[in-house]
C-alpha cells in the first residue's frame, strides 16, 4: 500500500530520484522518461473521460489504472530480482494485453473499413483521445528504447503498442461509429 504523509521530500533537488527498487539514477534518464510518459498519457486520459459517456468512461477508467500499473512495472528494474524482493513487484500481465485486443475487436467490428487516413479531430473526445493515441506511440517509442538498453517488461510493450490501436479505434467510434471522421485529402490545398 502506498502511504504519502509528505508530499516533499527534497531528495530530488540535486535532479536524482528514486526508482522503485530504491537505485537513485537522474531524472532525464530514458526509464524516467518512459514512466514519466505514461503519467503524462494518464492526465490526457483523464481529460478525454470528462467528454466520455458510461461505457467509454468505464473502459478509460480501467486503462487509467493500467497506466499505473505500467507506471510500476516501468520504475522498478532488474526483472531477474523480481523474486528476491520485499514484496511481489507489479508487472503488467498478457491478461491486460489481451483485454485491450477484445475491446479493439468489439469497437472495430461496428466500423466501416477506412478508405482513407484519419485526421485527429471530429468530436471532443475523438480530438482527446487521438492525443491519447500520440502519447502513447511516445511511451512506447522510449519503452522500447529502454527495452534496448535495459531488462524491459514484453508485455509492458505490447500493452503500450496495443493501447494506442485503442486509442484510434476509439476515436472512430467517438465519431459517430466512423461517419463523422474527418478524412486526409492528399494533397488537397497544394496550388
Known amino acids: 500500500m502506498v502511504v504519502l504523509n509528505k508530499i516533499y521530500t527534497l531528495t ?29 498519457l ?25 497506466l499505473f500499473d505500467l507506471g510500476a512495472d516501468l520504475c522498478r528494474p532488474d526483472m531477474a530480482a523480481d523474486d528476491k524482493a520485499d514484496y511481489p513487484p507489479l508487472r503488467v500481465t498478457t491478461g491486460q494485453v489481451k483485454r485491450l485486443e477484445d475491446e479493439i475487436d468489439l469497437m472495430n467490428a461496428e466500423l466501416e473499413p477506412l478508405r482513407s487516413f484519419v485526421l485527429p479531430g471530429g468530436s471532443a473526445l475523438a480530438a482527446h483521445l487521438h492525443v491519447c493515441r500520440t502519447v502513447a506511440r511516445r511511451a512506447e ?35 459517430n461509429a466512423g461517419k463523422d471522421d474527418v478524412l486526409w485529402v492528399p494533397g488537397a490545398n497544394r496550388d
Do not use: P
Open 42 to 66: 494518464n492526465c490526457f486520459v483523464g481529460v478525454a473521460r470528462q467528454e466520455a459517456k458510461s461505457e467509454t468512461d468505464a473502459a478509460l477508467s480501467r486503462i487509467q489504472n493500467d
Open 141 to 175: 517509442r522510449l519503452t522500447v528504447h529502454l527495452a534496448g538498453q535495459e531488462d524491459v517488461n514484453e508485455a509492458a510493450v505490447k500493452y503500450l503498442n496495443r493501447l494506442s490501436d485503442w486509442f484510434f479505434v476509439a476515436a472512430r467510434m467517438a465519431n
Open 12 to 40: 530530488g533537488d540535486s535532479g536524482t530520484t528514486a526508482l522503485g527498487n530504491g537505485d537513485r539514477v537522474v531524472k532525464h534518464s530514458v526509464r524516467v522518461e518512459a514512466y514519466g510518459t505514461c503519467d503524462e
